[in-house]
T-cell receptor, first 115, second 118 residues
Framework: DAGITQSPRHKVTETGTPVTLRCHQTENHRYMYWYRQDPGHGLRLIHYSYGVKDTDKGEVSDGYSVSRSKTEDFLLTLESATSSQTSVYFC??????????????FGNGTRLTVT | KNQVEQSPQSLIILEGKNCTLQCNYTVSPFSNLRWYKQDTGRGPVSLTIMTFSENTKSNGRYTATLDADTKQSSLHITASQLSDSASYICVVSAQGYAGGTSYGKLTFGQGTILTVHP
């Protein structure tokens, strides 16, 4: 398995509180991604990073921010959590952005519940 | 809008039986198609990749097919095992360009939940 660790694995928080999810990789891959997975939807891209301090928005970025200060760490922050952000969040990494020869390697997810 | 539709949404089979999962896509320009397996409580893991020129590819008991003309792919599982119980996700990559380099823009299907009973 690719060396990807997500923390925490489970979190329950109240509406309006800030939440930070962490993704740590030991593969030295350039690209890192945050996805959310909800019933009835495929995985949806929130934000991605193509290098230290280089990030860009995905298709569902509203209400989320990210930071990448080191190659190995990619943080996802919910500035003020809402119930619609209850989801399972997956971090993924890849060696190349052209994914023909480079699959996404996923962490095991963080289940976030906003009450 | 790029879309990936998978069928059936769920499937129950007996151990030892075969099954076929379907993936239809409207993604342009097509680059490649991957099948991922996602066990409960885990992240997806890549099973196989299909490029435009490939029709069939096998990975053990898993065989993927691709018909680029009809924009359909299938994943056939032979002699199913209890460990095959999982969600199977079809992911199609569209060719994109930015800053002079190409990249894959991904569209995920919702997945097919396969349950194998003893």
């Amino acid at each position: 398995d690719a060396g990807i660790t997500q923390s925490p694995r489970h979190k329950v928080t109240e509406t309006g509180t800030p939440v930070t999810l962490r993704c740590h990789q030991t593969e030295n891959h350039r690209y890192m991604y945050w996805y959310r997975q909800d019933p009835g939807h495929g995985l949806r891209l929130i934000h991605y990073s193509y290098g230290v301090k280089d990030t860009d928005k995905g298709e569902v970025s509203d209400g989320y921010s990210v930071s990448r200060s080191k190659t190995e760490d990619f943080l996802l922050t919910l500035e003020s959590a809402t119930s619609s952000q209850t989801s399972v969040y997956f971090c993924a990494i890849s060696a190349f952005r052209d994914l023909l020869g480079s699959p996404l390697h996923f962490g095991n997810g963080t289940r976030l519940t906003v009450t | 809008k790029n879309q990936v539709e998978q069928s059936p949404q769920s499937l129950i089979i007996l151990e030892g039986k075969n099954c076929t999962l379907q993936c239809n896509y409207t993604v342009s320009p097509f680059s490649n198609l991957r099948w991922y397996k996602q066990d409960t409580g885990r992240g997806p893991v890549s099973l196989t990749i299909m490029t435009f020129s490939e029709n069939t590819k096998s990975n053990g008991r898993y065989t993927a097919t691709l018909d680029a003309d009809t924009k359909q792919s299938s994943l056939h599982i032979t002699a199913s095992q209890l460990s095959d119980s999982a969600s199977y996700i079809c992911v199609v990559s569209a060719q994109g360009y930015a800053g002079g380099t190409s990249y894959g823009k991904l569209t995920f299907g919702q997945g097919t939940i396969l349950t194998v009973h003893p």
